[in-house]
């Protein structure tokens, strides 16, 4: 498919050449022409100087034949003007934009513009390093109700199904990495020694969940 991006920086010059090794046409939008350096010599797409909210400009990018539209410039407001005019004028579906403040990618979230808050995603990839593990949640959504963490499990679990155990943590399992491979659950899956176990929770309820895991099962009546 053809795929229009504002912004050669780093992000977008890898984007459009991991797009273009996956089949795709691309075009790639930036105010500076000395960006489009950053894109390698074989770079087949388009090259568009200008800006990425302004229709001749999108038009030459081939924005009216385009099925994705990605906003990866360094200002939030260009992203956001630019991923609403794909979006509103020319009926692009599926628009992302990258955003710095996480407080206005909630708003455009509910808005129906998927975002990237790059601030608080890069923040929470340190704090997974930094602090022990299933203190950080490896993703949460935009307003930040419901997350996906690893959680420790107590060896005295192994042997129970993982349905079972989601009823006792009243939240659901997500997935298992087992050896370095991704599990999906089915009714049947049951812990195993070194399983690591991805719960998906509402944030309130996260260290509830993680307390109740870390420690052996109590007995029920």
């Not at 155990?165 to 050896?179: G, P, S, T, Y």
Request: charged share 25%; aromatic share 4%; with cysteine.
């Amino acid at each position: 498919m053809h795929i229009v991006i504002m912004g050669c920086g780093r992000v977008g010059s890898t984007l459009a050449h991991i797009l273009e090794d996956n089949g795709h046409s691309i075009a790639i939008i930036d105010r500076d022409p000395q960006a489009f350096r950053r894109l390698r010599a074989g770079f087949r797409g388009r090259r568009v100087t200008g800006i990425g909210f302004d229709r001749d400009v999108l038009t030459e990018a081939g924005i009216e034949s385009a099925s994705a539209y990605v906003a990866v410039s360094s200002g939030d407001n260009s992203n956001i003007i630019s991923a609403r005019v794909a979006r509103e004028t020319f009926g692009i579906d599926n628009v992302v934009a990258r955003i710095y403040d996480p407080r206005r990618a909630e708003v455009y979230q509910r808005l129906g513009i998927p975002t990237v808050a790059t601030v608080r995603w890069t923040a929470d990839q340190i704090l997974r390093r930094l602090l022990p593990e299933g203190t950080e949640p490896l993703w949460r959504d935009p307003t930040g109700t419901v997350v996906l963490a690893e959680v420790t499990v107590n060896p005295a679990w192994i042997g129970t199904r993982v349905v079972d155990l989601e009823d006792r943590a009243r939240a659901r399992a997500a997935f298992i990495n087992r050896m370095g491979e991704a599990v999906v659950i089915t009714g049947s899956t049951v812990v195993q020694e070194g399983d690591v176990l991805h719960m998906i929770a509402a944030e309130r309820d996260m260290d509830r969940v993680n307390k109740l895991l870390a420690a052996a099962p109590e007995e029920e009546d």
